[in-house]
């Protein structure tokens, strides 16, 4: 079944976007991240601009909270 997701951050880098998933995901939030752009991939830091944290929608308001 598909789940509305939506964009609760945009991140510089894909490090700073996997410590908050993993908070969130302990949190039970069911967290992803989406690159965009043509960025180079390098090991733990990816170059591309806007690295998106995706939440579902019905969890988007507890995973705004925990980035507080």
Request: hydrophobic share 45%.
């Given at each position: 079944?598909?789940?509305?997701q939506?964009?609760?951050?945009?991140?510089?880098?894909?490090?700073?976007?996997?410590?908050?998933?993993?908070?969130?995901?302990?949190?039970?939030?069911?967290?992803?991240?989406?690159?965009?752009?043509?960025?180079?991939?390098?090991?733990?830091?990816?170059?591309?601009?806007?690295?998106?944290?995706?939440?579902?929608?019905?969890?988007a308001?507890?995973?705004?909270?925990?980035l507080?």
């Open positions: 079944m598909y789940e509305k939506v964009v609760i951050g945009i991140f510089e880098n894909e490090l700073y976007a996997m410590a908050v998933k993993r908070d969130l995901r302990e949190a039970g939030i069911k967290a992803s991240i989406l690159k965009e752009g043509g960025g180079v991939y390098l090991p733990l830091i990816n170059q591309a601009e806007g690295v998106q944290l995706i939440v579902p929608d019905t969890q308001e507890d995973a705004k909270k925990i507080k």
